[in-house]
């Protein structure tokens, strides 16, 4: 073995390598295990980055790999690791040919350690223990992931991995923020063995269109969001449902249960795909929940109860029935319809300020003797409207 190539260290009588010689044209490289008769045991931050090896086998002799060792390094195809360490950080960032590693002998991947790979095809045995935040984030050819880890997803875990179509989740009890978020999944089965799935997750996952949810958690703040092609979903196991997780989504159809028992603001807002809605939950409609659903005009208040600020405001609503079923109606709750023509109104409340302002289609109104005031501006700028009192 050719030791002549290092450049290199001594500490403690023991040897670090520092990079690779100028003049080195060996392209597929053996971390030696002695170098002039002492110990080589760890490889320094950056050592190799930007280097042209093609090649690298790193043996249980290494017990340390400082940050960013082989980071940059472009033509890097395939590794060897044995070492007795973890993976660091940045270690093979940015090697975008690298196709090949087995992580047979590997226990902790560290954070953004694989960031930009090129790799295609990932298996996880269970002798790994921890992986760190970003570890696959922009590896484009990704297609396959393998997990049996014995460790949580990370945030930003497979972030922009376009290619990985699939993942199966079978093996998981937690996922973190943005883990998915612009992957390329087309379908999604979380089991009941998850408990938790952070912010994000899946959101902006655009070739995403099929969703079972059995996890025990709640739906979590834009968990779903922008997940354009996603058309259906099924609430039958979902208790929560956070802010803006299916904001911009492509849902065409949502029926809400008796299950559900919290709905946080702004889940549904610019659905514009969104055309009809059953609401059976138990808990009232939240500030803009469905604001700016331009097709949503089917929309049952039969179990509604109260119903918050600006909740419709841009919805293409074309008739309420309002029954007295309806505590509470907050201000600017219908604002802006531009579609709404008819309001039948038995809910017992007051009509609060701009709750029907700039319904400008807005002709028939029926309110009941229930109603014991009408604030000044609640229809304002609606230049049709005709109001009757029964």
């Not at 340390?64 to 195809?77: G, P, S, Y």
């Not at 089991?191 to 995403?208: A, D, P, Q």
């Not at 304002?380 to 005709?386: A, G, R």
Request: proline share 2%.
């Amino acid at each position: 073995m050719n030791t002549d190539i290092f450049d290199y260290t001594e500490l403690d009588n023991q040897i670090i390598i520092t990079g690779l010689k100028n003049d080195t044209i060996e392209t597929s490289i053996i971390i030696p295990k002695k170098i002039n008769g002492k110990p080589v045991t760890q490889i320094a931050e950056r050592a190799f980055k930007k280097s042209h090896i093609t090649g690298v086998q790193i043996g249980e002799n290494i017990k340390n790999i400082e940050l960013a060792a082989f980071e940059d390094c472009k033509e890097l195809v395939s590794v060897v690791y044995k070492a007795h360490c973890k993976i660091p950080n940045s270690c093979f960032c940015n090697c975008t040919n690298l196709s090949e590693f087995d992580f047979a002998h590997v226990e902790v991947i560290d954070q953004a350690a694989f960031v930009a790979s090129g790799l295609t095809k990932v298996y996880l045995p269970n002798n790994i223990k921890k992986i760190e935040g970003e570890a696959f984030r922009n590896c484009e050819k990704l297609s396959s992931v393998d997990w049996h880890a014995q460790c949580d997803i990370p945030e930003l875990c497979f972030a922009y991995c376009l290619k990985l179509s699939t993942f199966n989740f079978d093996n998981i009890a937690a996922i973190g923020n943005d883990a998915f978020m612009y992957s390329g999944l087309t379908e999604v089965i979380l089991s009941y063995n998850i408990e938790k799935i952070g912010l994000g997750t899946f959101r902006y996952c655009n070739e995403l269109s099929s969703v079972i949810w059995n996890a025990q958690c709640g739906i979590s703040f834009e968990c779903f969001f922008n997940c354009s092609k996603l058309v259906k979903f099924d609430f039958a196991n979902v208790e929560t449902i956070g802010e803006f997780a299916f904001s911009g989504s492509g849902l065409e159809k949502v029926d809400l249960l008796q299950n559900i028992r919290k709905i946080e603001p702004l889940v549904f807002f610019q659905c514009n795909k969104l055309m009809s809605v059953t609401w059976y939950a138990q808990c009232g409609i939240p500030e803009r929940c469905f604001a700016n659903c331009s097709k949503l005009n089917t929309f049952d208040f039969a179990y509604v109860q109260n119903i918050g600020k600006y909740a419709f405001t841009s919805s293409g609503l074309k008739e309420i029935y309002l029954a007295d079923n309806v505590k509470e109606i907050e201000e600017g709750a219908f604002r802006s319809c531009h579609n709404l023509k008819k309001v039948e109104w038995n809910a017992d409340c007051s009509i609060h300020d701009y709750v029907f302002e700039k319904c400008q289609k807005l002709k028939e109104v029926i309110i009941s003797d229930k109603v014991c005031s009408i604030e000044t501006d609640a229809f304002k700028d609606c230049p049709n409207i005709e109001i009757t009192f029964v």
